[in-house]
């Protein structure tokens, strides 16, 4: 899908650089052709000589670099790309496009473009959260440039939260995602899957027994059909496909932290089994047996993450929830798609006769404004499969 793409690859001075090598060297296995572009920042962390080597081109580091422009002049350079990707993205680098500056060659390539462009951010977590990026970023959504990332996690400077850029296989999935010319291409399709965990104490938890088999057979359909899927994903027994953007949570809560920051999105799809309840104040320590009898657990109730989406400002054009029933199926499920506020329902039994709970298949009715669609008895990719193009076909209407 990358073969002879052209990609113009700007990297910023930040730790995250190191992974751009990696990012290249991704790029270059699928038959891309890199041309690097480096800020003096840059140049800090990662050496003209490795990128080059990797990138088997020349490297672009300097405005009045008048070889270059004898070779290849900057507006030239900026508009031979098929997509020039910029990654890292600092905060920096960010704030200087929102405001169109063009004093260097990489702000200057990215204002004279007409070319797409996908910035993967990375920075410290403070100054991701800080409102002046924030603002910098709604500019640059709203200038139609495309955003993967940040991740959540450890950072190199020991704190932890948003700011990590994304690794390089989901910068490159982000890639082939805008390459691609499926029904789905240039949309952000959300999905959430998997069970969630709320804890008891540090060991314990309470859990169910969704195995996210048909949330990943979502994602991977989505994938395929060209969108650019974040998929938020509490622990599931299968692994989440490859070329996703994934977001690992473990409870309701942070399920909902990262929806959120997942949105906008042009569709979402809620195929999570969120734990409805959460163990109010979890112990911090191990709860130790006690000859007194059994401890007592409370309860608070978790936020519904399908019906603040669903009802909530920013909401995806296209919201798909899903109802696990063990009994009058399709009216538990209308009346869900009401409450909820959601557009369609994928109800299914999931009684443990019908074997849907962890299992390969899947029998499931969709529920819509028109009325409820049974579709026959199928595994859960046909599903997914069967759904990715219908949500293609609504977004397309
Ligand atoms: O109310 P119920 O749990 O049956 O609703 C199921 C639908 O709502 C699923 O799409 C599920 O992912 C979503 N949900 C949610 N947050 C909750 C509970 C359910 O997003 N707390």
Redesign the pocket.
């Known amino acids: 899908m990358l073969a002879n793409k052209r990609i113009l690859l700007i990297i910023s001075g930040g730790i995250a650089a190191f992974k751009a090598l990696d990012l290249i060297r991704r790029l270059k296995e699928r038959g891309a052709i890199v041309t690097p572009v480096l800020t003096r920042g840059a140049e800090e962390f990662v050496t003209p000589l490795s990128v080059s080597a990797l990138a088997g081109s020349k490297v672009f580091r300097d405005l009045f670099d008048l070889t270059d422009e004898a070779e290849m002049g900057h507006i030239e350079l900026s508009r031979s790309a098929d997509l020039i990707v910029v990654a890292p993205a600092t905060a920096d680098l960010m704030a200087k496009m929102a405001q169109g500056l063009a004093g260097d060659l990489a702000t200057t390539l990215l204002l004279a473009t007409d070319t797409p462009v996908l910035v993967a951010p990375a920075m410290n977590v403070r100054m991701w959260n800080h409102a002046a990026t924030q603002r910098n970023l709604a500019t640059l959504q709203s200038d139609g440039i495309a955003i993967i990332g940040p991740n959540e996690g450890d950072m190199a400077c020991g704190e932890y939260g948003p700011g990590r850029m994304s690794e390089p296989l989901e910068i490159v999935a982000a890639i082939e995602a805008h390459f691609a010319d499926g029904p789905l291409q240039g949309k952000h399709v959300l999905i959430?899957s998997g069970p969630t965990h709320e804890p008891i104490d540090p060991v314990r938890y309470i859990a169910n027994r969704s195995s996210g088999a048909q949330g990943t057979a979502l994602a991977t359909a989505c994938r395929d059909m060209g969108a650019r899927v974040t998929f938020v994903t509490g622990p599931a027994s299968v692994a989440p496909p490859e070329g996703v953007e994934v977001v690992a949570v473990e409870t309701?809560q942070q399920m909902l932290e990262a929806v959120q920051s997942a949105i906008p999105a042009d569709a979402a799809i809620?195929?999570?089994?969120?734990a409805?309840w959460r163990v109010e104040g979890a112990s911090e320590q191990k709860m130790k047996k006690t000859k007194g009898g059994f401890p007592t657990l409370s309860f608070a109730e978790?936020?519904?993450?399908?019906a603040t989406v669903s009802q909530g400002s920013d909401r995806p054009a296209l919201v798909v929830?899903?109802?696990?029933e063990t009994e009058t199926v399709v009216e538990h499920a209308t009346a869900?798609r009401l409450r909820?506020g959601c557009d369609w329902i994928v109800a299914n039994d999931v009684s443990p006769a019908t074997g849907i709970m962890g299992g390969s298949e899947n029998d499931v009715t969709l529920i819509t404004e028109e009325g409820a669609e049974n579709w026959p008895r199928m595994g859960k990719d046909a599903v997914a499969e069967k759904l990715a193009a219908r949500i293609a076909a609504a977004l397309e209407a």
């Open positions: 959430t309701a809620f195929a999570a089994a969120v409805d978790n936020p519904d993450i399908l929830g899903f109802a696990a869900k909820k």
